[in-house]
Each structure stands twice: as C-alpha cells, then as structure tokens.
C-alpha cells in the first residue's frame, strides 16, 4: 500500500514546551541534584485529558457527518430507481 491510501493521521507539527519542569525536594530519591531536588515532568494530565477528551469528540463529529452523507448518497440512489 502507499501513503495516500493508507489514511490515518498526519502530524503537521511538534511544539516543544517551553514551561519550566517542575522541582520537588526529595533528598532520598537516587535522581535527586546536590540540592536535594527532583526535577520532574511539566506535563499538566488535566490539560492532556482535556485536548483528548476533545479529539475523540471532534472524531465523533466526523464520523456522524460521514455517515449521514452516506445516507443521503443511499438514498438519492433509491430516488434514481
């Protein structure tokens, strides 16, 4: 198969963060600096959950749309018999 009919999804671009991690004391931990800190991941969940949460709805809306032209289509050919 090439790409044109394989479908899926096409990434138009990556954005890199640019939100500082997210530091917490924790002496203990073995990836913790000289000062004792963890430096860890700036990814908010909420935000991430909320742009898929969005996603699969903007997918479903598609899908919908989608179907409903196929049923006008069926239908328009049932008027041609």
């Known amino acids: 198969m090439n ?3 394989q479908g899926g999804v096409r990434v138009s671009r ?3 963060s640019d939100t500082p991690f997210v530091p917490v004391y924790d002496p203990a931990h073995p990836h913790a600096d000289e000062n004792g800190y963890v430096m860890y991941p ?3 969940s909420t935000e991430e959950l909320t742009d898929l949460m969005a996603a699969t709805r903007a997918y479903e809306a ?3 749309a989608l179907n409903a032209i196929k049923a ?3 239908k328009a050919l049932e008027i041609g018999k």
Do not use: C, H
Request: glycine content about 0%; proline content about 0%; aromatic content about 0%.
């Open 3 to 5: 790409e044109q009919t």
């Open 14 to 16: 990556v954005v890199e």
């Open 42 to 44: 700036n990814v908010n």
């Open 62 to 64: 598609n899908i919908t």
């Open 72 to 74: 006008i289509a069926a």
